[in-house]
């Protein structure tokens, strides 16, 4: 009877009151719509009192810029998916609750419970601004069946770019024609990926300690660095061993491998539970390594990649507060390892690896063991915890273009890298033109 009566009054109070809404914008597609939407299921279950209005918003890109509309118009959600490029635009744009505000007065969270390299990408000057959610790094997935095939050791991948060349020559195959079968090495020709083949080495991107110790005024990845891995690009390029897409082009980088056409693919640990599942349904044992680097190159470590949750400012402090309670619940130890394991995005709080660790999952599944030990294992620097700059998306572009031109042979891979570099600066400096 007193539980009927409990229920009445909850019942009761929701009828008057209604429910506190919160709108929540992502940009995770395909599947992963679905399994948005059943955390915030299982949040609201929890909380009757709370609607969670999720919403797929497109890519990080098409989101940021429909916030951007948002804001202008009054319609801007309460949290907002951004990609972690957008880190210094979201600071400099004025229209965000530091989560680091929210940590200090709610003093029931500690974001110690983070990964280090986590931390280190999302605080700035020593404050934490959004809340970490699906964080990936980049690593080397290979076909241990087609390396097999070629003569190769499938429990020894390759460590260096030297050595990537010398399996890819085992690897190749052609027809009689001369028409490339199979190859050795694909890619999604993003900048992401020369980002992370830079902290690998340890090597910034950017001035001013990557951006972090004062704001970026230009870029320094014209280095020994940097031209090593523009010079491994074109090589394995000009001799048939590395297949490059269209730039950014995901999709495609994932079929050449997934088909067979390439025995390995630079790609980044959120597809870790696609590419084991997809690989096998194809008849191939799938592997995962940790991004090659150069011979005798200094030790680096992973960048992470993928996105933040934001909290957006101007709305009443009563849907500020339930928000940030939707946001705890996102990042718990039970959600980070349901979301690790439902996508391959890695968890980003120490618990859930070591409880994972402890349950013998990383035993039976080599290939998330890859993906947590290649960060646990990197050195934090402000080179691996990633550069900041206003005009990231920009960057890239410019970077993904000197890439093309240099594959066509419109450069060579010095003035091909100089002139990204070249690029990259002037963006930085109208940037800080702009706001500074």
Known sequence: MK??????????????FGKTTVDFWHAMSGERIQIIQSIADRFMEENPDIEVKTQYTGSYKE???????GVKSGTAPQIVQVYEIGTRSMIDGGIIIPIQDMIDKDKTFDEAVFLNSVLNYYRVDGKLYSM????????????????????????????????????SKKLLKKDSNGNIIRTGLTWPTHSWIF?????????????????????????????????????????????????????EDWSAARQIFLSGKAAMVMFSTSDVTSFTKEGKANGYDIGTAFLPTPDGAPDGGAI????????????????????????????????????????????????????????????????????????VLSKQTYNTNGALIGVFPEARDKIETAIQMMNSDEMDYKKALKWAEDEVTKLIKEYNELYY
């Open 195 to 247: 980002e992370q083949l830079l902290a690998a080495q340890d090597a910034p991107l950017v001035d001013n300690d990557n951006g972090r110790s004062k704001r970026a005024e230009k870029a320094v990845f014209n280095n020994e660095e940097g031209q090593k891995v523009f010079k491994f690009f074109y090589d394995m390029t000009k001799n048939d061993l590395m297949l490059n897409t269209k730039k």
């Open 132 to 167: 970490p959610f699906n964080s990936s790094n980049a690593v080397l997935f290979y076909n241990k069946t087609l390396f097999k095939e070629a003569g190769l050791d499938p429990n020894k991948p390759p460590k260096t770019f030297e050595e990537v060349m010398e399996y």
């Open 304 to 375: 992470i990649g993928g996105a933040s949750l934001w909290l957006v400012d101007g709305h009443s402090k009563e849907k500020t507060d339930v928000a940030w309670k939707f946001l705890k619940y996102l990042n718990s130890t039970e959600e980070q390892i349901k979301w690790h394991l439902d996508t391959g995005y890695f968890p980003v709080r120490k618990d859930a690896v070591e409880n994972l660790m402890y349950e013998g999952f990383y035993s039976e599944n080599p290939n998330y063991l890859t993906t947590i030990m290649q960060l």
């Open 3 to 16: 539980k009927l009566f409990i229920v009445f009054i909850v019942l009761f109070s929701l009828s008057i």
């Open 63 to 69: 989101t940021l810029n429909k916030l951007i509309a």
